[in-house]
């Protein structure tokens, strides 16, 4: 069986959306639903049950619980943990340090006492401002400084795994600014892609952060933008392939600005650009990263050799096959992705 905590988020269930697609429904969702909307990401899915993150610890601990019985500790092939607080702007550090870096921690030992292949994510924010680059160097670690608590949250994890010599078995995954369906339920963490899209819908344009740095023009500040499909199937590499262990980045390795993006949606869209810059929040100024490119040279060195969507071509299968049709992962034409 494959656990995959996180399995109602945005990468979680576009993971078991694919898992499904290579034939594997013997899946356990770990998530904690609330009362968010991130539920309608598992209605098209198919999985074998579905437990609360809590409930899971208290398993994962040894405690144990009437409804896991079935679920035997030899069972478990890998977990994919890609649960955790993923909100950029929380500032109650206590909960970000309990939710990343100490659930995280019980997932890789659990996962080590089981000998199952642990597979988590980190994140591109632990590479702060970039002064110090974006290679996912290992030995570079201690030269990384986040510019939030989410960021250092996720950086905690990697230092510990590495002090724990557990990098040779485990794979961490640096996410960078992932963006398709199924991300839905996010607000404000949501990507550009689908708040411009319902902008438009609104008022016919696309309102983009001012700039605050003399290098960079307004809406010429750069991101590594990623779509949700090709980060599941570098994922997935790394399931297939369990000699590959560390931390690796998982981007697209180019950089496009904020109206490079802007004007995919509108292409998409069949319309012409209409951009309004607007005043960035005070109180991200000083915490907003004005470049981020990933390199994959060690992911691509490690035998990976799948092909990526370029910004455009990715924009427009979510703008056009999602967006407009209200899809979710799983519904409609996309079996084959």
């Keep these: 069986m494959i656990v995959v905590t996180g399995g109602a988020g945005f990468i979680g269930s576009a993971l078991v959306w694919r898992l499904n697609q290579l034939g594997r429904n013997d899946i356990l969702i770990v998530d904690a639903l609330g009362t968010s909307d991130k539920w309608r990401n598992l209605a098209p899915l198919r999985y074998a049950d579905y437990v609360e993150k809590d409930d899971f610890l208290r398993f994962a601990l040894g405690e144990e619980l009437p409804h896991l019985c079935g679920l035997g500790a030899d069972g478990i092939e890998a977990i994919f943990h890609m649960g955790a607080c993923s909100t950029t702007t929380e500032t109650d550090s206590r909960y970000l340090v309990q939710n990343n870096f100490e659930y995280t921690k019980q997932m890789a030992l659990f996962?080590?006492?089981?000998?199952?292949?642990?597979?988590?994510?980190?994140?591109?924010?632990?590479?702060?401002?970039?002064?110090?680059?974006?290679?996912?160097a290992e030995s570079d670690l201690d030269q990384l400084l986040p510019l939030n608590m989410y960021g250092y949250s996720k950086h905690m994890f990697d230092l510990w795994a590495r002090r724990e010599g557990m990098l040779d078995s485990i794979a961490g995954l640096k996410f960078f600014?992932?963006?398709?369906?199924?991300?839905?339920?996010k607000g404000e963490m949501r990507s550009l892609v689908i708040k411009a899209y319902e902008q438009i819908?609104?008022?016919?344009?696309?309102?983009?952060f001012k700039s605050y740095r003399p290098e960079y023009a307004h809406g010429e500040q750069k991101r590594d933008f990623v779509y949700i499909k090709d980060v599941v199937d570098m994922t997935l590499y790394f399931f297939k392939h369990?000699?590959?262990?560390?931390?690796?980045?998982?981007?697209?390795s180019s950089a496009n600005t904020w109206n490079d993006l802007a004007g995919a949606i509108f292409s998409a869209l069949?319309?012409?650009?209409?951009?309004?810059?607007?005043?960035?929040?005070?109180?991200?100024?000083?915490?907003?990263?004005?470049?981020?490119?990933?390199?994959?040279?060690?992911?691509?060195?490690?035998?990976?050799?799948?092909?990526?969507?370029?910004?455009?071509?990715?924009?427009?299968?979510?703008?056009?096959?999602?967006?407009?049709?209200?899809?979710?992962?799983?519904?409609?034409?996309?079996?084959?992705?």
Excluded at 113 to 125: D, G, P
Excluded at 131 to 136: E, K, R, S
Excluded at 201 to 208: D, T, V
Excluded at 242 to 252: A, D, K, M
């Design 242 to 252: 369990p000699e590959v262990n560390g931390i690796f980045n998982i981007g697209s």
């Design 111 to 136: 996962a080590r006492h089981l000998n199952a292949r642990f597979i988590y994510a980190s994140s591109a924010a632990t590479y702060g401002d970039g002064n110090h680059g974006f290679i996912d």
């Design 177 to 185: 600014n992932v963006f398709g369906p199924n991300e839905y339920h």
């Design 201 to 208: 819908m609104r008022n016919g344009k696309i309102g983009l």
């Design 270 to 337: 069949g319309l012409e650009s209409d951009i309004e810059y607007i005043d960035m929040p005070a109180e991200l100024r000083d915490r907003y990263q004005y470049y981020t490119c990933s390199d994959v040279t060690k992911l691509r060195d490690a035998g990976y050799t799948g092909k990526q969507h370029t910004l455009s071509s990715a924009v427009y299968d979510y703008v056009v096959n999602y967006l407009q049709k209200g899809y979710h992962l799983g519904q409609g034409q996309d079996q084959n992705g």
